[in-house]
């Protein structure tokens, strides 16, 4: 498998702050990281697709203005969500595709607390 | 349009009683078939990949079986160390390696 980090693990922000958060790939170099949200009691939602030296890919309904993806090098992916509003209070979860098995690996999560 | 169902939502079993969760699905050109464990306030914890109708996998008490519209995963004589949210998604040909997720199946097993 791969190993997946992700910081912080918590983070509170007051409405209007804008918050980073960033997602490694431990163990291999990662062209393609992905970024989910989750909202309690409820399962994974896909935002978008992060690809290393380009442009993100956003899901349909996914603000691109509003959570910018950066993917500067082969190991590090951050989501920034701007103005935050306490509806994008949720569980932000990234995972990396090593590419060969076509399955993901998941970082450990972020919770983001808008107040 | 790819679509994953898991069903029961919610499993309750006391210690030792085995069953199963279910994972229905359609996709364009299935690439595979994935479960995840999570437990509350981490993230999935990847379990088992299927690829093809007739294939299973097993790990400890977890066995997962997989046929063209279907997915489940066998649990054998659970521990309370088991109860956990159980997640199946599935990657389709037509998706560029995204996973569509099921809505989940928590498990809660009693001593």
């Known amino acids: 498998g791969a190993v997946v980090s992700q910081h912080p693990s918590r983070v509170i922000c007051k409405s209007g702050t804008s918050v980073k958060i960033e997602c490694r790939s431990l163990d291999f170099q990662a062209t393609t990281m992905f970024w989910y949200r989750q909202f309690p009691k409820q399962s994974l939602m896909l935002m978008a697709t992060?690809?290393?030296?380009?442009?993100?890919?956003?899901e349909q309904g996914v603000e691109k203005d509003k959570f910018l993806i950066n993917h500067a090098s082969l190991t590090l992916s951050t989501l920034t969500v701007t103005s935050a509003h306490p509806e994008d209070s949720s569980f932000y979860i990234c995972s990396v595709d090593p590419g060969q098995w076509h399955e993901q690996y998941f970082g450990p999560g972020t919770r983001l607390t808008v107040t | 349009e790819d679509q994953v169902t898991q069903s029961p939502e919610a499993l309750r079993l006391q210690e030792g009683e085995s069953s199963s969760l279910n994972c229905s699905y359609t996709?364009?050109?299935?690439?595979?078939l994935f479960w995840y464990r999570q437990d509350p306030g981490k993230g999935p914890e990847f379990l088992f990949t299927?690829?093809?109708a007739g294939e299973e996998k097993e790990k400890e008490r977890l066995k997962a079986t997989l046929t063209k519209k279907e997915s489940f995963l066998h649990i054998t004589a659970p521990k309370p160390e088991d109860s956990a949210t159980y997640l199946c998604?599935?990657?389709?040909?037509?998706?560029?390696?995204?996973?569509?997720f099921g809505q989940g199946t928590t498990l809660q097993v009693k001593p």
């Open positions: 998604a599935v990657s389709g040909s037509s998706n560029t390696g995204k996973l569509i």
């Open positions: 996709v364009s050109g299935l690439r595979g």
């Open positions: 992060s690809n290393e030296g380009s442009k993100a890919t956003y």
């Open positions: 299927l690829y093809s």
